[in-house]
DNA sequence: ACAAAAGTGTTGTCTGTACACCCATGC
DNA sequence: GCATGGGTGTACAGACAACACTTTTGT
């Protein structure tokens, strides 16, 4: 019995937002278009949602294709549902943004697809409503990363605490004081001190740190206050 | 030209979660079916997106078509789309939440659709993953209140401070200290006082208070931190 | 006069913020 | 020896949390 076939079918696509994080500045990893229509314009990797796939699945599944990561941090925004919206044909799209280390994602697959990493203190103007996607993006790594140890996903596994600072400004687009940024991250004592040193950037050298995965899963079900 | 004939099209429906208050619990509006399937089980108001509709509009439609009010608080939760998250076919779900003062819901439609308000204290259970959307719109509906003014909405429009901590209570599952709240909400200077007072819950009476409209509009641009 | 809820201040603790100098090293 | 970025402590201010008594008035 399926007394639903009264109602309409949509086509349901995902629209990721993939950020990176460079050493200076919060980038967001975009498709050139190579072919019409919407041909040299920038949008955000995007793919339909198969008859039977979880919309999750199909997130990932997008994410996958664009930058062959899996077990990426990755988190539902909003879904997008005007109308209007694509151009073409009535689509509703269920939006998501990705953290990668920008490390990770490799020149070959980035040639492939036609893909670029741009700075996100602008957001590019980019098809349909995908530039109001990466606003609200944005907007809710702003908030989440206030409350949550998820910015480190945007670090290399090793990185120093300078690196982490200048993630923090880069996100919240605030310069943020040295020391109390310190004092603030070892309170939450999640990071472990390695004893090796970054030395390119400087003559002492800044040590390197990891975070601490153990302790994160303790503070994750306590909730917590991060920065 | 449409290039997306070779994808996959889904049910969408909405699913509402309404929020109301009595002056003493968070309550729910939810629907007791009357008819196969799932006869007698309970579950949130619902209703699928029209071919052309907006996803937003669809999501009034269906507040309206149960409590016929317009005009009202309302804000996207989160889509669910797990494949077989309803038992009768792949239904993909836009969860919203609503925040209605109870008693402008008139007893007449809430016969007409045999709806009841359930304490939410503890969520009841509910027909597919819609006791998930309610536990998750509890959570967001939590960290919303404490930085934006939008209890007021499940409120009447002149109310007590005993009322207006009570509903924080209530959202907060938590006892609040009567003098600091008091100071608090002062501080924010959003609500103005009436030379009226309410004396049916003491002999002493407290005075009612209104939502201040303009200041809320100044707070919003700025952003702010509300308790 | 008393019962019942409303209203109101003070203090200690914690958290956030502003701010400047020495350290280690490669050149 | 000097230029460069790395690392560290203190003091003040504002926010938060704990706490109890007086006021009003209907009965």
């Given at each position: 019995?399926?007394?639903?076939?009264?109602?309409?079918?949509?086509?349901?696509?995902?629209?990721?937002?993939?950020?990176?994080?460079?050493?200076?500045?919060?980038?967001?990893?975009?498709?050139?278009?190579?072919?019409?229509?919407?041909?040299?314009?920038?949008?955000?990797?995007?793919?339909?949602i198969?008859?039977?796939?979880?919309?999750?699945?199909?997130?990932?599944?997008?994410?996958?294709?664009?930058?062959?990561?899996?077990?990426?941090?990755?988190?539902?925004l909003?879904?997008?549902?005007?109308?209007?919206?694509?151009?073409?044909?009535?689509?509703v799209?269920?939006?998501?943004?990705?953290?990668?280390?920008?490390?990770?994602?490799?020149?070959?697959?980035?040639?492939?697809?036609n893909?670029?990493?741009?700075?996100l203190?602008?957001?590019?103007?980019l098809?349909?409503?995908?530039?109001?996607?990466?606003?609200?993006?944005?907007?809710?790594?702003?908030?989440?990363?206030?409350?949550?140890?998820?910015?480190?996903?945007?670090?290399?596994?090793?990185?120093?605490?300078?690196?982490?600072?200048?993630?923090?400004?880069?996100i919240?687009?605030?310069?943020?004081?040295?020391?109390?940024?310190?004092?603030?991250i070892?309170?939450?004592?999640?990071?472990k001190?390695?004893?090796?040193?970054?030395?390119?950037?400087?003559?002492?050298?800044?040590?390197?740190?990891v975070?601490?995965?153990?302790?994160?899963?303790?503070?994750?079900?306590e909730?917590?206050?991060?920065?």
């Amino acid at each position: 019995m399926n007394s639903y076939q009264q109602y309409s079918r949509h086509l349901l696509a995902i629209d990721c937002i993939i950020f990176g994080f460079d050493g200076e500045d919060l980038k967001g990893l975009f498709i050139n278009r190579k072919l019409e229509p919407q041909k040299g314009n920038l949008s955000l990797m995007g793919g339909f949602i198969g008859e039977n796939e979880s919309v999750d699945a199909a997130a990932e599944r997008v994410l996958f294709e664009l930058t062959g990561l899996g077990n990426v941090y990755m988190e539902q925004l909003h879904c997008y549902g005007a109308p209007d919206r694509d151009v073409h044909s009535r689509v509703v799209s269920i939006a998501y943004f990705a953290l990668i280390s920008i490390a990770d994602y490799n020149e070959r697959m980035l040639k492939e697809h036609n893909a670029v990493w741009i700075n996100l203190k602008q957001v590019p103007e980019l098809i349909f409503d995908h530039q109001q996607m990466v606003e609200d993006a944005k907007e809710r790594l702003k908030q989440k990363v206030a409350n949550h140890p998820i910015g480190f996903a945007l670090l290399p596994l090793k990185f120093t605490l300078r690196q982490l600072q200048a993630l923090y400004e880069a996100i919240y687009e605030m310069p943020l004081d040295k020391r109390n940024f310190t004092r603030k991250i070892f309170s939450i004592d999640i990071i472990k001190k390695l004893d090796e040193k970054e030395k390119t950037s400087s003559r002492k050298g800044s040590f390197y740190y990891v975070f601490d995965e153990e302790k994160y899963k303790l503070l994750e079900k306590e909730g917590l206050k991060f920065i």
